[in-house]
């Protein structure tokens, strides 16, 4: 088999881009200590307080475009060098993307991206800058946030269950597995795939893929290069 054939997927979450400086959501400083998620992550909050959403995920999108892609986000972009990469990420920040890497399937959103509050497939690109309430989508909905928030389908799931049933390797690098269904990637693994797991610390959830543990910027690049 020659390298370019071998397929990797990577699948990453909250704690690759820690070390960037965005905070994760559910480690003792993480954004799910400090605030509800009921309150935040929801389309019933989006209803009831569009200001106080609006406000979060502002205040994100500017940390997010602030930060820098690590050498784990790095070290990920430069396997494309020698092997077909897939990227499938719960992160929303476009670190992946900046650091190089070419195909990376967002499942839970992007940060830099407004939608339609009817429509999840009627998407504005708006950069860095700050929604505001009365903002309106094409379809006269309210706009908000290109976030999959809980209770939310997840329409990247099927593409990305596509990806990781076909991958030689799978790495999955900084995520608790505590958010489903993106967790239950791990088991379309086929059988024979290198399947290994680096995190801060072990998860019940590991579906018996080789664990590592350590923090992502330094154990992601010694495992690639
Ligand atoms: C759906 C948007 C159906 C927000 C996010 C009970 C059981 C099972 C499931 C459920 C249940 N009750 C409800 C559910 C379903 C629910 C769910 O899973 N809830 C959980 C919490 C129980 N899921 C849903 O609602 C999903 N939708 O099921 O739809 C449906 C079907 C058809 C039609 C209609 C509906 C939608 C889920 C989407 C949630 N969206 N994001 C935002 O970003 O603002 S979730 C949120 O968690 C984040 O976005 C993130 O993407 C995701 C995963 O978190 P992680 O990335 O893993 O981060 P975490 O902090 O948890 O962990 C970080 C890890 O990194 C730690 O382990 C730490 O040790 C490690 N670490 C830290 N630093 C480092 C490090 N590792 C290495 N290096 C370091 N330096």
């Known amino acids: 088999m020659n390298q370019q054939a071998t397929k990797i997927v990577i699948i990453s979450g909250a704690g690759i881009s820690a070390e960037s400086g965005l905070a994760t959501f559910r480690d003792p400083d993480g954004l799910w200590q400090q605030y509800a998620l009921e309150d935040l992550a929801t389309p019933q ?5 569009p200001a106080l959403v ?11 475009a602030k930060a820098e892609p690590n050498a784990a986000h790095l070290a990920i972009a430069k396997l494309e060098q020698a092997f077909n990469v897939v990227v499938v990420t719960q992160n929303v920040d476009d670190l992946h993307e900046r650091a190089g890497s070419s195909k990376v399937l967002h499942l839970h959103g992007k940060l830099n991206e407004a939608r339609s509050s009817r429509n999840p497939n009627l998407i504005e690109v708006i950069g860095q800058r700050e929604l505001k309430v009365g903002e309106l989508a094409a379809d006269g909905s309210a706009l908000r946030p290109n976030i999959v928030w809980f209770g939310e389908e997840v329409p990247a799931m099927e593409p990305a269950i596509k990806e990781i049933a076909s991958a030689d390797k799978i790495l999955v690098v900084g995520t608790s597995l505590q958010v489903y269904p993106a967790a239950s990637l791990l088991f379309y693994a086929r059988k024979g ?3 290994v797991l680096i995190n801060l610390e072990a998860t019940d959830n590991d579906a018996g893929y080789q664990f590592i543990q350590g923090k992502a910027a330094t154990e992601v690049p010694k495992l690639v290069e």
């Open 45 to 49: 909050a989006f209803a009831r307080n």
């Open 54 to 64: 609006h406000r979060f995920y502002n205040s994100r999108r500017i940390q997010a």
């Open 193 to 195: 795939a290198e399947k």
